[in-house]
């Protein structure tokens, strides 16, 4: 059973920084597609970005720019440097991972930006 646990989250200022990290464990991580999501409160989690595992990379409209995705396959984990941060970023970020035909979500991270 493949586990995420994200970590990183927390309360930064308008044009600030934070970097997401993810940890995989319990499947293989080294074809997996990683992504990251965010849900703001009345809102649909959407899809901030992904990388394949070849490292190709993918991102929502809102954060090209701004945010990076990286993952480092010998500590199975997957970043989201994210900078230039806006009052409007502030949301649960999930880590999720697209493994064989299946999709797996962490907890979740709780990102607030103040302005």
């Known amino acids: 059973q493949v586990q995420l646990v994200e970590s990183g989250g927390g309360l930064v200022q308008a044009g600030g920084s934070l970097r997401l990290s993810c940890a995989a464990s319990?499947?293989?991580?080294?074809?997996?597609?990683m992504g990251w999501y965010r849900q703001s409160p009345g809102k649909q989690r959407e899809r901030v970005a992904i990388?394949?595992?070849?490292?190709?990379?993918n991102y929502a409209d809102s954060v090209k720019g701004r945010f990076a995705v990286s993952r480092d396959n010998a500590k199975n984990t997957v970043y989201l440097q994210m900078s230039s941060l806006k009052p409007e970023d502030t949301a649960v970020y999930y880590c999720?991972?697209?493994?064989?035909?299946?999709?797996?979500w962490g907890q979740g991270t709780q990102v607030s930006v103040s302005s």
């Open positions: 990388i394949t595992s070849g490292g190709t990379t």
């Open positions: 319990g499947g293989s991580f080294r074809i997996a597609i």
């Open positions: 999720n991972a697209y493994i064989n035909l299946s999709t797996y």
